[in-house]
């Protein structure tokens, strides 16, 4: 912003809203988001790593599947403990990387390394699940 938005930003901000015409009122509300927005890009953002594509090359087929608030909250509890690690932006990049479409591939392939034994366990106690929140 140049010094002369600022300080009409300032007199603006000085004056009781009531006092203000319509015209100012909206000069002061376009200059506060210009300041916002000036604000904003100041501010030191994570860097991303360069690793994978930002706009996806496929298309893929939508498959319906549903998730219980049980499951959900195991997602979201597990993305926020995540996406607070060095780790996770050193590898990964950014916060749209932790989707829940992302965890459920992710899981995908944990899945398709566990053993037959681990795999049945692990359907079975999906199942308890199910079965506790059709309750």
């Known amino acids: 912003m140049t010094n002369e938005e600022l300080t009409l930003l300032a007199e603006l901000k000085a004056k009781p809203t009531r006092d203000l015409k319509p015209a100012e009122k909206a000069k002061l509300k376009s200059l506060e ?5 000036e604000e904003k890009a ?3 953002k994570p860097t991303r790593n360069e690793t994978f594509g930002v706009t996806p090359t496929t ?7 549903r998730i219980s608030n049980e499951e959900k909250s195991i997602m979201t509890d597990a993305a926020k403990r995540i996406a607070g690690t060095e780790l996770f932006y050193d590898r990964l990049g950014g916060k749209d990387d932790l989707s829940n479409n992302t965890q459920m591939r ?4 944990a899945y398709e390394k566990l053993s037959d034994e681990e795999k049945v366990e692990a359907i079975r106690e999906a199942k308890l699940s199910m079965a506790r929140s059709q309750r």
């Open 33 to 37: 988001r210009l300041a916002k927005k």
């Open 42 to 44: 100041a501010e030191p």
């Open 59 to 65: 298309k893929l087929a939508a498959v319906p599947f």
């Open 106 to 109: 992710a899981a995908l392939r």
